[in-house]
């Protein structure tokens, strides 16, 4: 069991940037892959970025050069730092955990709002 707590959620204006963090209730160096999804109003859940435990990133095209992902095997957290953001990064952002042999877990979600 791996139980996910994120934070840093917020109200932010267009352009701002803001840090999400994952916390995991175990030690997180064993991980395959961590990453963090984003639901919009309306909208399905999709992608936003991963990383791996030897520490490649993947990103969704609408975020890239605009979002930095990162883990710190020693505080077991990992973190979606997001610049310049747009009204269409407006979201329910969750972490998501893949644990080999023990399946996927997902946080509760931290609610991402960007005004114009």
């Known amino acids: 069991q791996v139980q996910l707590v994120e934070s840093g959620g917020g109200l932010v204006q267009a352009g701002g940037s803001l840090r999400l963090s994952c916390a995991a209730s175990?030690?997180?160096?064993?991980?395959?892959?961590m990453g963090w999804y984003r639901q919009p109003p309306g909208k399905q859940r999709e992608l936003v970025a991963t990383?791996?435990?030897?520490?490649?990133?993947n990103y969704a095209d609408s975020v890239k050069g605009r979002s930095t992902i990162s883990r710190d095997n020693a505080k077991n957290t990992v973190y979606l730092q997001m610049d310049s953001l747009r009204p269409e990064d407006t979201a329910v952002y969750y972490c998501?955990?893949?644990?080999?042999?023990?399946?996927?877990?997902w946080g509760q979600g931290t609610q991402v709002t960007v005004s114009s």
């Open positions: 998501h955990a893949r644990v080999a042999i023990m399946g996927n877990y």
């Open positions: 175990r030690n997180i160096y064993s991980i395959d892959i």
């Open positions: 990383i791996t435990s030897g520490g490649r990133t």
